[in-house]
């Protein structure tokens, strides 16, 4: 309701900004950019797209990733990007992890999901700022320790496990790091670097076209901030606009289009079997997270065919097992 009140003030305005123009040059040369602005966008999309990747890398990968823990399977006292709960993610069925990689001072991935550290003296490291020399060697209040991001490489190697490496905001020394990391070590085929943010997601592949790259999106992606409305009351109409324009450039493929990218990560809220069908034929894989019971698991697995991160991959388990113990039932009964 408010995006179509919004776009009916617009042609207004813009109308109103055309009686005008008849009078004032001014107006005139701000009417032409206007109506001059979609043909530039165009033109700018074309140039700066990024193609898709169709190689035998990403054939390697997409198709060997079904369930998958984000951050590991964290459930009790293990906590997210651990190797605990990396160890539980393996044993309880999972093929993938999704794991948050940051980048120290002296230029070390790490894997950890938040900007600062504070150890268990209540001191605080901000990792960007800190040198791993010191940083691996401050216990934490929450995990014990950051694992650096070779370790988390040599554990994935040791358990044949895919991963998606998830960056936060805009860092080009981060993505010119994990790029080269990926070409001296011969990863792409085993890793997707992914985000929320499109220009992280477009330089990665701009930086390294053999890089697989993941855009998570989400509809409340503006007007939400950990489940709570983003600005006040005179601002939320601008978020709720911007949810709605991101919504519309997702849905169409427009924008992971743009960016090249080779998997969407979407909410189990989100997903829909049209928007599955609409990014095949774009070759980009759906990857589902947030599912929270059987049902929807079963509903993303079976009917759509589609890859699923949790934060309890136990709940796959019971799954699968749920599924097996029907089909036996069925066969008993034939």
């Known amino acids: 309701m408010i995006s179509t009140l919004l776009w009916f003030v617009f042609i207004i305005l813009l109308a109103l900004l055309a009686t005008l123009a008849i009078k004032f040059i001014t107006l005139r040369v701000i009417l032409a950019i206007i109506l001059y602005l979609p043909i530039s966008l165009s033109i700018v999309y074309c140039l700066l797209r990024q193609p898709p990747i169709r190689g035998s890398a990403k054939v390697a990968f997409t198709g060997n990733i079904t369930i998958g823990g984000d951050g590991g399977s964290h459930w009790g006292d293990t906590l997210r990007n651990t190797i605990e709960a990396f160890n539980k993610s393996k044993k309880e069925g999972g093929d993938f ?6 980048i120290t001072l002296d230029s070390i991935g790490v894997v950890y999901a938040n900007g600062t550290a504070v150890s268990i003296a209540n001191e605080s490291f901000t990792i960007a700022e800190t040198n791993w020399a010191d940083l691996k060697r401050v216990r934490l209040m929450e995990s014990g320790k950051i694992m650096s991001l070779e370790e988390a490489l040599q554990w994935a190697e040791d ?3 895919r991963m998606l490496w998830r960056l936060g905001s805009f860092n080009t020394n981060l993505i010119k790091v994990l790029s080269k990391k990926l070409a001296d070590s011969n ?6 670097i992914t985000s929320s943010n499109p220009l992280v997601v477009w330089f990665v592949r701009f930086n390294d076209p053999a890089a697989l790259t993941g855009f998570s999106w989400g509809s409340n992606h503006f007007s939400l901030t ?4 983003t600005g006040g009351i005179a601002t939320q109409w601008f978020f709720n606009f911007a949810d709605a324009v991101y919504h519309w450039g997702t849905r169409s493929m427009l924008l992971p289009g743009f ?3 080779d998997l969407l990560l979407t909410s189990c809220s989100d997903v829909d079997e049209q928007l599955v069908a609409d990014a ?8 589902v997270s947030g599912c929270t019971n059987r049902r929807q698991l079963a509903y993303m697995r079976a009917q759509l065919s ?22 036996e039932s069925l066969l008993c009964l034939t």
């Open 187 to 192: 990863l792409h085929s085993r890793v997707a």
């Open 159 to 161: 358990n044949e496990m």
């Open 306 to 327: 589609a890859p699923v991160l949790l934060d309890d991959v136990r709940l796959a388990t019971m799954m699968l097992s749920l599924i097996q113990y029907s089909v």
């Open 259 to 261: 960016m090249g990218v």
């Open 226 to 229: 950990n489940g709570f409305p």
């Open 97 to 102: 992890i999704q794991m948050d990689v940051q």
């Open 280 to 287: 095949a034929t774009e070759s980009i894989q759906v990857v």
